[in-house]
């Protein structure tokens, strides 16, 4: 079956604008994460859904940062008034269930760089 | 607080040799899991191998194997009979409820 998606691929946005980014988990799964990931750096949880329990928003890192997850499917992350030290790969993750054992499978990230 | 530490920033092998990636890590659970990611270039993060901390036994896929150290908190993978297609990030991570904490990476090269 299809894997996790997202898009943009890559997004070049200038400092100061809003940015949208979309990712499609496997369907079924009730799990849905976002991380991200600077240069050289390894991944930074940013949020969690989990079924139609709030979300768990521990990791954003300022109030510019929200994630919308609709219909307990799509889920979407916005960056508003970007900043240059946003500039990362955005990953999404999702897996079937809340239980630790289960795996996460991740999609191919949306490289984002605000110029 | 978890926290995972990988102390190998970058390495490089030869094709067919064996290579070993470090990893330490700190957690408050009672029961955990730990993880190896393979990042390639084209940024897929891929579940190598996994770890349940019950589990005395090692986790073994095929060429890849974990040293698992429970009272020294280790957790290193080893990669056997190394080929091109290794080349990647590998990540050493562990949970936190149902999140999972990663460590900061290890870059690895499998040289032809």
């Known amino acids: 079956g299809a894997g996790v998606s997202q898009s943009p691929s890559n997004k070049v946005t200038e400092k100061g604008k809003d940015v949208e980014l979309r990712c499609d988990p496997i369907s079924g799964h009730t799990a849905l994460y976002w991380y991200r990931q600077s240069l050289g750096q390894g991944l930074e949880f940013l949020i969690y859904f989990q079924g139609n329990s709030a979300p768990d928003k521990s990791g954003l890192p300022s109030d510019r940062f929200s994630a919308e997850r609709t219909g307990g499917s799509v889920s979407t992350l916005t960056i508003q008034r970007t900043q240059q030290e946003d500039s990362a790969v955005y990953l999404c993750?999702?897996?079937?269930?809340?239980?630790?054992?289960?795996?996460?499978?991740f999609g191919p990230g949306t490289r984002l760089t605000v110029t | 607080a978890q926290t995972v530490t990988q102390s190998q920033p970058e390495m490089s092998v030869q094709e067919a040799e064996t290579v070993t990636l470090s990893c330490t890590y700190d957690?408050?659970?009672?029961?955990?899991?730990l993880f190896w990611y393979k990042q390639p270039p084209s940024r897929q993060m891929i579940l190598v191998i996994r770890q349940e901390a019950y589990k005395q036994q090692n986790a073994t896929e095929n060429r890849f194997s974990v040293n698992f150290q429970k009272a020294a908190k280790s957790f290193s993978l080893k990669i056997s009979d190394s080929q091109l297609g290794d080349t990647a990030m590998y990540f050493c991570a562990t949970n936190r409820d149902d999140k999972i904490i990663f460590g900061k990476g290890t870059r690895l090269h499998i040289l032809p």
């Open positions: 993750a999702s897996k079937t269930g809340p239980l630790s054992s289960y795996e996460q499978y």
């Open positions: 957690t408050s659970e009672s029961n955990y899991y």
